[in-house]
T-cell receptor
Framework: GENVEQHPSTLSVQEGDSAVIKCTYSDSASNYFPWYKQELGKGPQLIIDIRSNVGEKKDQRIAVTLNKTAKHFSLHITETQPEDSAVYFCAASIPNTGNQFYFGTGTSLTVIP | AAGVIQSPRHLIKEKRETATLKCYPIPRHDTVYWYQQGPGQDPQFLISFYEKMQSDKGSIPDRFSAQQFSDYHSELNMSSLELGDSALYFC????????????FGDGTRLSIL
């Protein structure tokens, strides 16, 4: 199966600064990479995703980049706000395997006002 | 917009008891996934169903079983519960096919005493 590694495990930034979370995956066949935000007591919420035929995708303050050669993808949050504080998970899925997601180990992001 | 509904939100059981968790997917979603999340861990895939047929199987113990019904809701049946089964159990739904985002419910917190 797929192995997804995620760094850092914890990240603290000042409000207004940028935050970057990085993930690597092992199976070059993986072709879909979603990012989830999980707040305490809630389920993971999809915030952005990228497919393997695209190198970058942006949605307001959130962007994701994908380097297929290096098997590496990153989440970028600009102009961070206290409400961005949460645990963020990256994931990867391999085609023709039922679309199950392999999750990274999560990054706990704290935005300091 | 309608989201994934899970019930119950909290469940307390004793060792060797049984439990049934229910999941109601987003309308018109035909695929359901079950994940288990331990404290401070990432979600681990258990099992999925597409059009009422099992589509993929992950690390689901033999003591657990699941099914998807004609109205697309799904139930996870857990027997001979062990202390180690204490976790958050999430259901997610999506439309069928590859590279589709999964939308998660807020989970069932299962505690085994």
């Amino acid at each position: 199966g797929e192995n997804v590694e995620q760094h850092p495990s914890t990240l603290s930034v000042q409000e207004g600064d940028s935050a970057v979370i990085k993930c690597t995956y092992s199976d070059s066949a993986s072709n879909y990479f979603p990012w989830y935000k999980q707040e305490l007591g809630k389920g993971p919420q999809l915030i952005i995703d990228i497919r393997s035929n695209v190198g970058e995708k942006k949605d307001q303050r959130i962007a994701v980049t994908l380097n297929k050669t290096a098997k590496h993808f990153s989440l970028h949050i600009t102009e961070t706000q206290p409400e961005d504080s949460a645990v963020y998970f990256c994931a990867a899925s391999i085609p023709n395997t039922g679309n199950q997601f392999y999750f990274g180990t999560g990054t706990s992001l704290t935005v300091i006002p | 917009a309608a989201g994934v509904i899970q019930s119950p939100r909290h469940l307390i059981k004793e060792k060797r008891e049984t439990a049934t968790l229910k999941c109601y997917p987003i309308p018109r979603h035909d695929t359901v996934y079950w994940y288990q999340q331990g404290p401070g861990q990432d979600p681990q895939f258990l099992i999925s169903f597409y059009e009422k047929m099992q589509s993929d199987k992950g690390s689901i113990p033999d003591r657990f079983s699941a099914q998807q019904f004609s109205d697309y809701h799904s139930e996870l049946n857990m027997s001979s519960l062990e202390l180690g089964d204490s976790a958050l159990y999430f259901c997610a739904s999506s439309t069928g096919g590859q590279r589709q985002p999964q939308h998660f419910g807020d989970g069932t917190r299962l505690s085994i005493l």
